[in-house]
């Protein structure tokens, strides 16, 4: 079936450290991949996608790239603030449809 | 930008009881809503659809009867959990299409609920 596989959070850095956050998925067939994030007291929000294989999406200072060859969707910030502290989702969706199938989420602290 | 509001936040409610969750669409007419829910350390999984004014589609496994969904308008969808019990303890999400800007994608907040 299909599915997203996060790593376990929470994932605590220091003020400007490099974040990663992987993400890898099984699905059948070419899905979009997303990353959303959720503040504290607010809705997931749409941080970057990527809609097929190679494609880097990209805000406010994220990355991720589509590497169909590892199935995998890895979100990275070269320098992350104490405002990026967050939930981050990765996610996966196919065409014509609206239903996202979701990892489990990973807790990031940003310390200053 | 849209906003999609739910409430409540966070709900305590006593087993057998009913609760109720609201979601409502602020500033646009949502065609389409989703329920989603996240037991902990598991993944958000979509429970239900709903369009405005039909009855609610449900994934596998969803009980229907349980997790009543009603989407009488196009701002709002509520989920009632009938019969509630500490396993429905959870965190339930909504999403939102607005089809005033391409069908995106907004979602809720989230609502915590512990049932004791």
């Known amino acids: 079936g299909n599915s997203v596989t996060q790593m376990e959070g929470p994932v605590t850095l220091s003020e400007e450290a490099f974040l990663t956050i992987n993400c890898t998925y099984t699905a059948t067939g070419y899905p979009s991949l997303f990353w959303y994030v959720q503040y504290p007291g607010e809705g997931l929000q749409l941080l970057l996608k990527a809609t097929k294989a190679d494609d880097k999406g990209s805000n406010k200072g994220f990355e991720a790239t589509y590497r169909k060859e590892t199935t995998s969707f890895h979100l990275e910030k070269g320098s992350v603030q104490v405002s990026d502290s967050a939930v981050y989702f990765c996610a996966l969706r196919f065409s014509g449809t609206y239903k996202y199938i979701f990892g489990t989420g990973t807790r990031l602290k940003v310390l200053a | 930008g849209a906003v999609v509001s739910q409430h409540p936040s966070w709900v305590i409610c006593k087993s057998g009881t009913s609760v109720k969750i609201e979601c409502r669409s602020l500033?646009?007419?949502?065609?389409?809503m989703f329920w989603y829910r996240q037991f902990p350390k598991q993944s958000l999984m979509l429970m239900a659809t709903s369009n405005e004014g039909s009855k609610a589609t449900y994934e596998q496994g969803v009980e229907k009867d349980k997790f009543l969904i009603n989407h009488a308008s196009l701002t709002l969808s509520t989920l009632t959990v009938t019969s509630a019990h500490p396993e429905d303890s959870s965190f339930y999400i909504c999403s939102a299409t607005d089809r005033g800007s391409g069908n995106t994608i907004y979602f809720g907040e989230g609502s915590w609920l512990t049932v004791v």
């Open positions: 500033d646009f007419q949502a065609t389409t």
